[in-house]
Each structure stands twice: as structure tokens, then as C-alpha cells.
């Protein structure tokens, strides 16, 4: 067994569109993208003159998925509003006419 095929086990199958990766994770290929662009979403593109072409490794997604399940330990789940930062910006919504 060669090198690149041993690699290529442990990325696991390479899904060459958008909507094969946003199948994949069970979303939609918008939501697909937003996790791209905001959380680090494992996504590579093939660079050709034109344009890019995307991919991705579900090995790869899948390890994504596990860490993004993990809860963070500096974010208390059960008072995370209570903290002022954390709170939406709604002074519009509060009894103002």
C-alpha cells in the first residue's frame, strides 16, 4: 500500500461539490458555506483560472463535527446571558414607542 493511499484512508471520501458536502452534514448548502466562512468549516478548493472548485474530506468533517460539539469551558451554559457582553443589543424593544 502506497503512502498516498494510507492518506487518503484517514481523510475518508472526498465529497467535490457544495451540496455533496452540505448532504453530508445534513444541512443546506447555505448553511454549509456560513460554517465555511465563520467556523472554520474544513473545506479546500481546487484553484483554476476562472474560478475555484470546492472539496472536502469527511474524515475531515466529521473530526470538525466532534469539536464543534464540545462544550467550551470558559462559557458558563447555564448563565451565559446573564454577562452583559453577551447580551443581544434590543434597547429598540424596551418599552420605547
Not at 22 to 33: C, D, F, M
Not at 71 to 95: A, C, E, F, K
Request: hydrophobic fraction near 30%; charge should be positive; charged fraction near 25%.
Amino acid at each position: 500500500m502506497s503512502i498516498h493511499s494510507k492518506d487518503a484512508n484517514k481523510k475518508g471520501e472526498v465529497l467535490h461539490s457544495w451540496k455533496r458536502i452540505a448532504n453530508y452534514l445534513n444541512r443546506s448548502v447555505r448553511t454549509a458555506r456560513r460554517w465555511e466562512e465563520f467556523e472554520n468549516l474544513p473545506v479546500r478548493r481546487h484553484k483554476h483560472l476562472k474560478s475555484n472548485t470546492v472539496f472536502a474530506y469527511t474524515g475531515e468533517l466529521d473530526n470538525w463535527l466532534q469539536g464543534r460539539e464540545q462544550p467550551s469551558p470558559n462559557v458558563n451554559q447555564d448563565n451565559d446571558m446573564t454577562n452583559p457582553d453577551l447580551q443581544p443589543m434590543m434597547s429598540w424593544n424596551r418599552g420605547v414607542c
